[in-house]
């Protein structure tokens, strides 16, 4: 197990971005496939993109062109870009691995969206 740290979040009117940040205190982000997860209130955790050791990504369909996923292995950092936010985004936003979470989860980043 690592200790994973997200960050990044906060208070965005509707159609702006936020970039979110998770760093890890090992390697985990350098050789396991990362998600990001979030979690609404009220609702379960749902996985929102995912990012692959080649290279490759995909998103639910919900954010699908609109957030960005990607990985700097230098810092150990996985990071999720997300444009055009809507009010429906907003959610505590966990990373781990994927598709299968498979270590412990870190406290989250909260995001908010003001209509």
């Known amino acids: 197990q690592v200790r994973l740290v997200e960050s990044g979040g906060g208070l965005v009117q509707a159609g702006g971005s936020l970039r979110l940040s998770c760093a890890d205190s090992?390697?985990?982000?350098?050789?396991?496939?990362m998600g990001w997860y979030r979690q609404a209130p009220g609702k379960s955790r749902e996985s929102v993109a995912g990012i692959y050791p080649g290279g490759s990504t995909n998103y639910a369909d919900s954010v699908k062109g609109r957030f960005t996923i990607s990985r700097d292995n230098a810092n150990h950092t996985v990071y999720l870009q997300m444009n055009s936010l809507k009010p429906e985004d907003k959610a505590v936003y966990y990373c781990?691995?994927?598709?299968?979470?498979?270590?412990?989860w870190g406290q989250g980043t909260q995001v908010t969206v003001s209509s």
């Open positions: 090992g390697s985990i982000v350098n050789f396991f496939a």
């Open positions: 781990n691995t994927c598709p299968t979470p498979i270590n412990s």
